[in-house]
């Protein structure tokens, strides 16, 4: 799954509040240039929750997202998580 130039913002779930992915569909995650902010989960993972095999972010900030456990992610067997140039804050 691709991400790029995108404002994802005030979304909310149980489990990741912008996005859940079942084990089935196990993939990657990229995103790029894309602003994620003020998302919720009442449970797991504020932006995302589920798993992933490898998430990479770029050029990106990531602000404000909120979960019980993990304000941005929460992945299960994940192999590889790849930030570059991004900000991360008060997640």
């Given at each position: 799954?691709?991400?790029?130039?995108?404002?994802?913002?005030?979304?909310?779930?149980?489990?990741?509040?912008?996005?859940?992915?079942?084990?089935?569909?196990?993939?990657?995650?990229n995103i790029?240039?894309?602003?994620?902010?003020?998302?919720?989960?009442?449970?797991?993972?504020?932006?995302?929750?589920?798993?992933?095999?490898?998430?990479?972010?770029?050029?990106?900030?990531?602000?404000?997202?909120?979960?019980?456990?993990?304000?941005?992610?929460?992945?299960?067997?994940?192999?590889?998580?790849?930030?570059?140039?991004?900000?991360?804050?008060?997640?």
């Open positions: 799954m691709k991400i790029i130039g995108s404002y994802i913002f005030n979304n909310s779930a149980t489990n990741g509040g912008f996005l859940y992915k079942p084990k089935e569909f196990s993939q990657f995650l790029d240039n894309s602003s994620i902010n003020n998302n919720l989960a009442t449970q797991e993972g504020g932006f995302v929750a589920g798993y992933f095999t490898e998430i990479n972010l770029m050029d990106s900030n990531l602000t404000l997202n909120k979960a019980s456990k993990g304000g941005v992610l929460s992945i299960k067997d994940i192999l590889l998580i790849k930030l570059t140039r991004c900000l991360l804050e008060n997640n």
